[in-house]
């Protein structure tokens, strides 16, 4: 099986797919996610089913369905843009986030990137998520899980790198925060500081002697 740090070392390619396809296919890529974001920011999520994306892209249904396969594929599809985004700043960005920064510094600051997309997107992110419980292996949370598993191996955290890093994404979960938010009223600060607590302790805490 190969490590989940690959798309970290092989440049994330999963997240650049656009790139690979043909002209005319990437630009009716662009167009059906073009359509499904004005349908996100118009109505919000559950207005994004496939009729309405195909629509308001003027395509037939099923071209919107071999582009993606299902309304999740659709919102993972959503997803990556904003995946590509925060990528790009983590691995060439200023720091804390980008190259530069202590490994806690930059820990912390990409759980607060993540918190901060996650108010805005919170809804998109969830619905990507709802994949037959193959999140876990979708390059959205691999391309985080290698991020955080660099971070930990370079600050010399001793332990199962892995699962500290599954351990300290969890908080970050989309439904979990999009709960906190509405459901208990928390201002997304408030989320966002104890997470960097919690960070921070498992990287003071955990480290080679």
Partial sequence: MSSPELPVLNGFPALTVESSERGDAARNRRLLLEAAAELVA?????????????????????????????????????????????????????????????????????????????????????????????????????LSLSHVMMLLRSAGVAGDVRLLADALLAPLDAELVMHQLRGLGMPIEQIADNWELIARRVLAGGCDS
């Fill in 42 to 142: 118009e109505r919000g999520v559950c207005a994004v089913t496939m009729d309405a994306v195909a629509n308001r892209a003027g395509v037939g249904k099923g071209t919107v369905f071999r582009r993606f396969g299902s309304r999740a594929g659709l919102m993972n599809a959503l997803l990556d843009h904003s995946e590509r985004e925060l990528q790009q700043a983590f691995m060439f960005g200023p720091p804390p986030l980008g190259p530069g920064a202590e490994p806690v510094e930059r820990l912390v600051a990409f759980g607060r990137a993540r918190l901060a997309r996650t108010e805005v997107e919170g809804e998109v992110r969830i619905a990507a998520e709802d994949a037959g419980g193959q999140r876990y292996e979708l390059p959205p949370y691999l």
